[in-house]
């Protein structure tokens, strides 16, 4: 960022000599269309095989005069973005983009020309390395011999970093002459040749990055010079040149700019515009890489060609420009420089519009090699295997992290609840032929084997709505045509097995390519849609077992009483009298006098085990109990939100801040189950199965093929299966499309047919343990990406974590499975947990996996005004209301979606999420293919033959822009130069000598 301002002028001739001579540097650029000579220059310095750079650590020290004596002060220092030390010189101020005035960077193009350049200077301590400084500037006539040892003694005097206090000067040194006379003053070498303690101790190495080397930038004016001194020093190797720099980083580049008195802002400004081209990442390629001066002028002119001028007017340069949240990537800069093509500098020359082949469009929809069809019997899972074997190993040492910590006890709670919610569910539908305690162990076989066999082991699996609505159907179904159900599902899932190797051994998962973005949002946002329903039902229906008391009023607090009465006197008061609470079980204590019981007396627990009746208005109010649940649930929800983004708040070290980030649901769910302890409520808890038994005593946990049904089942049963299939394929690879999105960086690959193969072997499994079907679920396996992903730990100053990727492994996967499995053995902590507070990690879950969807950020631009609306890539591209248009679509489709899922028809919703693939497929009669790729994602046909159509375009105008140059040859005479474009060139060259003749008015 460059901002336009006046400054002190220094050798201003110069500098409009030097502006002259970019713009002649330019001349063919504009000319002919071509290549400026300095880009041709950085293409051959910059190559793409070339090793990378090391990341520089700038620091400027300005010369202070104090009494007579001189050091060298730390004023500001860069590793990406640049502190200063604030005026008082107590502390450094917040990182900020380097804002510098245009004049400056011409002032320093003018220094690099005319100044001395040296290139891998053999240079092992500070005092040879200033000893072959000036020694060349004599040389060289820059400088008159008699100063050489006054420059020596400045550029060798203490260095005071803002670590230090001021110097203190004694009585004695009170009587020293000025420093200008070296005979007077003390050792040449006053600068410390080993880094002291407090370079060694400071804790800004840790913003530093490995590996890194220093460029150091020394301004300061001096009264024994008449034209400034400036030198460039690259190392041969990086050397730690003793109390140089501020931390104990080894120095590469030197910049020196001493000068006469009177000029120091212009000097500082120099000295600023220096530094911040060191820590480009294009020019501190070419200062590695330069071989001469020109190099180096080369590379200032690409950063001037990239600068961008704010208006003196309009914009006030004292404001601290806030580093960005995500830093633009310099490869594009690097490999314009790289390739053979070199791309216009700032849109195109005549100004108009960018054409479409230099718009940046979106990527092109590839899933990857994973999804390639092979042609050949089990290619893609022979493929799958091969992928993953080399990874086995690291995919569990690789989990031994804290972080993991945090996500096995946040997907644990997750799964049980889900086991617990579906498990109940469940047996009712089934009459407890499958009931929680099956929920909970097919849940840690199904899971367990998955994440230790699986290709992608961070998808966690469970069961699904529509599993549980096919379950229900097919029990009816049993019950009505007087067949065994358990025999009949074992045949389904068999089939449905065959049907899924079947598809595994034929790549059919080919077809995963044609589910674009379209499909994948809707399916993700209804299935999260689905978590924050339930979330919020299951919380509201805790005010049905503990209502609120509206009726309540003070005046009548007498007639509130709760009475236990015994059962003769319940019948003859009537049915209304009763709260249903007692039930009569006085047969179960024979031996016992009911007559010598005082009914009045006993308390709730007693009078419902005698079989006495609670009857009055407050037997079912507890006080404050949905409260606290509202409390709880709330709360932990909002808490673990709060705590995520804690990670980049202000406070504290960036280490504790990112222990609390990775552990904000652990830390919640504490929190919230401490307060219910505290209260001492009856809120509802977690119940958990204490014994390791089927749910329904008549039945074992294996299940026959044969016996109970006719021979007829076995095969008509293929056709249901059929349907489960096709749920189980959808489900699966959609959220296996959804985890393996190219955001999330995975590195490990993936398995999608692998994945399918276990989930039919464990269909096959659960079928004959009379266990649940498992398949993928989305909303969990999102939040288990969610919670693994790594940022990178050293990060410049200002400079906002970087996304590194996910940790990829096996380990929380098995070990949450395991910890569901012995979940029964857990029972007595476990059921210390309420209700609500699981169900706010479940609305967490839900809000969560809705980050990050364009779905959803497009739902939103309905309810913003057009100014407000934030600046997404697609609204440069699409106009509104077709963005609209997309989103009604979507919306619609998921309305759809959501009523057939609320219904029996539940059961045709995996053909359904067929036919958002057909939907997608006719909008391409409604949207331009440009406008799909930047709110969808092109078909695969339809971008290959969007790519032919382009390059037999691209051949016709070649053919007509040659037909074109070959008619204007026979008709008039070339003329190499445009003069619109030659004029002010001419008029602005300072030499009339070389101006052209040819040209005129």
Not at 601 to 615: A, E, H, I, P
Not at 662 to 670: N, P, R
Not at 851 to 867: D, N, V
Not at 900 to 910: E, N, Q, R, Y
Request: glycine fraction near 6%; proline fraction near 6%.
């Amino acid at each position: 960022m460059a901002e336009v301002r006046s400054g002190s002028s220094f050798h201003i001739q110069d500098s409009i000599q030097s502006l002259t001579s970019s713009l002649e540097s330019q001349k063919t650029l504009w000319s002919t269309c071509t290549v400026s000579p300095a880009a041709e220059r950085l293409r051959h310095i910059l190559r793409e095989d070339d090793e990378p750079t090391p990341t520089l650590f700038t620091e400027m020290d300005t010369l202070q005069h104090e009494g007579g004596e001189m050091e060298w002060k730390e004023s500001a220092r860069w590793v990406k973005f640049e502190e200063k030390v604030e005026e008082g010189g107590e502390r450094w101020s917040k990182p900020h983009v380097s804002t510098l005035s245009l004049h400056s960077l011409f002032e320093l193009r003018t220094c690099l020309q005319t100044g001395c350049i040296l290139l891998d200077l053999e240079g092992y301590s500070l005092p040879q390395i200033v000893d072959d400084i000036v020694e060349k500037q004599v040389q060289e006539g820059l400088i008159a011999p008699e100063i050489r040892e006054k420059i020596s003694f400045v550029l060798l005097r203490k260095h005071r970093h803002q670590t230090k206090k001021p110097i203190h000067r004694s009585l004695a040194d009170l009587g020293k002459s000025s420093p200008s006379n070296s005979s007077q003053c003390r050792s040449m070498n006053d600068i410390s040749v080993m880094p002291s303690s407090d370079q060694l101790k400071n804790k800004f190495m840790k913003k530093i990055p490995r590996d890194a080397e220093a460029s150091n930038v020394l301004i300061g004016e001096v009264d024994f010079l008449d034209k400034p001194f400036v030198a460039f020093v690259r190392l041969a190797q990086a050397t730690t040149l003793g109390g140089l720099t501020e931390v104990p980083v080894p120095t590469r580049f030197l910049f020196v700019l001493l000068g006469p008195n009177g000029k120091t802002k212009s000097y500082n400004e120099i000295g600023r515009a220096m530094a911040t081209l060191m820590v480009d990442d294009l020019f501190s390629d070419v200062a590695y890489k330069a071989r001469d001066r020109e190099d180096l002028i080369a590379g200032i002119d690409e950063f001037l060609d990239e600068v961008i001028v704010l208006p003196p007017g309009e914009w006030d340069p004292k404001i601290r420009i806030e580093p960005p949240k995500k830093l633009p990537s310099a490869d594009m800069r690097k490999s314009v420089f790289s390739l053979n093509e070199l791309g216009q500098p700032n849109g195109n020359a005549g100004g108009g519009p960018a054409s479409a082949e230099d718009e940046e469009m979106p990527a092109p929809h590839e899933l990857g090699e994973e999804l390639a069809f092979t042609g050949r019997f089990c290619g893609g899972l022979w493929l799958d295997i091969k992928r993953k074997m080399p990874w086995l190993l690291s995919d569990i040492y690789e989990g031994f992290h804290i972080q993991s910590v945090s996500t096995v006890l946040f997907i644990y709670l997750g799964c049980i609840t889900n086991a617990i919610t579906f498990g109940g569910l469940l047996g009712d539908a089934t009459d407890n032929y499958q009931g929680v305690m099956e929920s909970f162990l097919g849940t840690a076989l199904a899971g367990a084997v998955f994440c230790l066999f699986g290709g992608q082991p961070l998808i966690i699996l469970s069961s699904t709505g529509p599993i549980l609505i096919f379950e229900k159907l097919l029990y009816e179904f049993s019950i009505n045509n007087d067949i065994d159900y358990m025999e009949l599902r074992l045949w389904i899932g068999l089939h449905s097995c065959l049907q899924c190797l079947l598809l595994v051994a034929t790549d059919a998962s080919y077809i995963i390519k044609y589910m674009t973005r379209f499909t994948e949002e809707g399916f993700s946002s209804l299935i999260s849609f689905i978590f924050i329903s339930d979330a919020i039902k299951k919380m509201t229906s805790t005010f049905n077992y503990y209502p609120i008391d509206q009726d309540f009023q003070p005046d009548y607090i007498t007639t509130y009483r709760c009475d236990c009465l015994p059962p003769d006197q319940v019948s003859s008061l009537g049915h209304n009298a009763s709260y249903g609470l007692g039930i009569d079980n006085i047969t179960d204590y024979p031996m016992f006098n009911f007559s010598a019981v005082d009914w009045s007396q006993l308390n709730k627990k007693d009078c419902v085990r005698f079989g006495g009746s609670l009857v009055g208005k407050s037997c079912k109010y507890v006080p404050d109990l949905a409260l606290l649940s509202l409390i709880l649930f709330f709360g932990t929800y909002s808490m673990t939100i709060s705590l995520k983004k804690f990670k980049t708040s202000r406070y504290f070290p960036t280490k504790c801040r990112a222990l609390i980030g990775d552990f904000a649901i652990v830390i919640s769910i504490l929190v919230f189950c401490s307060l219910d302890y505290v209260m001492s409520l009856e809120t509802p808890k977690l119940h958990v199965p204490t014994q390791i038994k089927p749910t329904r005593p008549d039945r074992g946990w294996i299940v026959m093929p044969l016996g109970k049904n006719p021979w007829w089942v076995c095969l008509a049963s293929f056709l249901p299966a059929i349907l489960v299939t096709i749920l189980i394929f959808m489900d699966q690879q959609i959220t296996a499309v959804i985890v393996n999105r190219k955001e999330n960086k995975l590195k490990k690959g993936c398995g999608y047919h692998l994945d399918l193969f276990w989930v039919g072997i464990l269909m096959a499994v659960c079928s004959f343990m009379g266990l649940p079907w498992y398949v993928a679920a989305t909303v969990i396996s999102i939040a288990h990406i969610d919670s693994l992903k790594m940022e990178s730990e050293s990060s410049a100053p200002g400079e906002q974590p970087q996304f590194l990727g996910v940790r990829e492994q096996r380990l929380t996967g098995i070990l949450v499975f395991v910890l569901t499995g012995v979940s029964v053995f857990l029972a007595p902590v476990l059921k210390y947990i309420p209700m609500p507070v699981l169900y706010g990690v479940f609305l967490y879950m839900g809000v969560a996996s809705l980050h990050g969807i364009q779905f959803w950020e497009r739902i939103k631009l309905y309810l913003m005004p057009a100014k407000h609306q934030p600046d997404f890539a697609f609204l440069r591209h699409v106009p509104l209301r077709r963005v609209h248009l997309f989103t009604l679509v979507q919306v619609t489709c998921l309305a759809v979606l959501w009523i057939l899922k609320s219904t029996v028809a539940a059961i045709i919703f995996p053909v359904m999420i067929l036919g958002l693939m057909v939907v997608r497929k006719m909008l391409d009669l409604v949207f331009s293919q440009h406008n799909l790729a930047w709110l969808d994602d092109i078909l695969p046909d339809k971008d290959k033959k969007k790519k032919e159509d382009e390059k037999k375009k691209k051949e016709k105008k070649k053919k007509a822009k040659a037909d074109e140059q070959n008619s204007d040859e026979e008709s008039k005479k070339p003329r190499e130069i445009p003069p619109s474009v030659k004029i002010p060139l001419d008029l602005m060259n300072p030499n009339p000598h070389n101006s052209d003749p040819s040209v005129s008015d």
